[in-house]
């Protein structure tokens, strides 16, 4: 598609193409989030669970430090962020525990959900862009022929009418693939929060079991 053709769509051409441009730019960003979101050691944590079990919430937290140590060259994910609030919190007060987990865990998905509506709304304006666009363009191709008085023949009718039509053909290429990357990574959101209340849940059944010694 050559720029010239582009071109005939429209001004309005120019705001779909911004919705394009940002939502690509909102799913690549959040992709990337929340790949390094899921990266997280299953044995550091069963490790974790079995230490606070057993009521050793020292060595639990020294390794959950450890662990973030040894991996200076990245952000703590959210999961070790759930479990050094979770491990910070007197081993003795449940209420608190509880309390801060589910604080942890609302915060964290609020971190990851961010943009997400934005995207949704830009896959939804993009189609209404185009609707948009087409409308004028009718309504310039008209205004046309009442001008001729009418004698206007079916050539240059159609080429009026088609050139109206490529802002509707613009703004559904932009929005479908929009919809689909958006609802890819809201399941991706849904996975990643049911692994963090998964750990926050384990969590305090460890503490559970440590205080049945």
């Given at each position: 598609m050559t720029?010239?053709?582009?071109?005939?769509?429209?001004?309005l051409?120019?705001?779909i193409?911004f919705?394009?441009?940002a939502?690509w730019t909102i799913?690549?960003?959040r992709?990337?989030?929340y790949?390094?979101?899921a990266?997280?050691?299953?044995?550091?944590i069963?490790?974790i669970?079995?230490l606070?079990s057993?009521g050793?919430?020292?060595?639990a937290?020294?390794?959950l430090?450890?662990?973030?140590?040894r991996s200076?060259?990245r952000?703590?994910?959210?999961?070790?962020r759930?479990?050094r609030?979770g491990?910070?919190?007197?081993?003795?007060?449940?209420e608190s525990?509880e309390?801060?987990l589910s604080?942890?865990?609302?915060?964290?998905?609020?971190l990851?959900?961010?943009?997400?509506?934005?995207m949704?709304?830009?896959?939804?304006?993009?189609p209404?862009?185009?609707?948009?666009?087409?409308?004028?363009?009718m309504i310039k191709a008209?205004m046309a022929v009442q001008e001729l008085?009418?004698?206007?023949n079916?050539s240059?009718?159609?080429?009026?009418?088609?050139?109206?039509l490529?802002?509707?053909?613009?703004g559904?290429?932009?929005?479908?693939?929009i919809v689909?990357c958006?609802?890819?990574?809201?399941?991706?959101?849904q996975?990643l929060?049911?692994?963090q209340?998964e750990v926050?849940i384990?969590?305090?059944?460890?503490?559970?079991?440590s205080?049945?010694e």
């Amino acid at each position: 598609m050559t720029v010239e053709f582009l071109l005939k769509g429209g001004i309005l051409t120019w705001p779909i193409l911004f919705c394009s441009i940002a939502a690509w730019t909102i799913f690549f960003e959040r992709f990337l989030c929340y790949r390094a979101a899921a990266a997280v050691s299953r044995q550091m944590i069963n490790s974790i669970y079995q230490l606070v079990s057993n009521g050793r919430f020292e060595e639990a937290r020294a390794l959950l430090q450890n662990a973030r140590e040894r991996s200076e060259a990245r952000r703590p994910t959210p999961v070790e962020r759930i479990l050094r609030e979770g491990l910070a919190v007197d081993p003795t007060d449940r209420e608190s525990l509880e309390l801060v987990l589910s604080h942890s865990v609302n915060r964290e998905l609020k971190l990851l959900e961010r943009h997400l509506g934005t995207m949704a709304t830009l896959g939804n304006i993009a189609p209404l862009l185009g609707l948009l666009g087409t409308v004028f363009g009718m309504i310039k191709a008209f205004m046309a022929v009442q001008e001729l008085g009418g004698r206007v023949n079916a050539s240059v009718l159609a080429g009026g009418i088609w050139e109206a039509l490529l802002t509707t053909a613009y703004g559904l290429v932009v929005a479908i693939p929009i919809v689909f990357c958006h609802n890819y990574l809201e399941n991706r959101l849904q996975e990643l929060q049911a692994l963090q209340e998964e750990v926050a849940i384990y969590l305090v059944k460890a503490w559970l079991a440590s205080q049945q010694e």
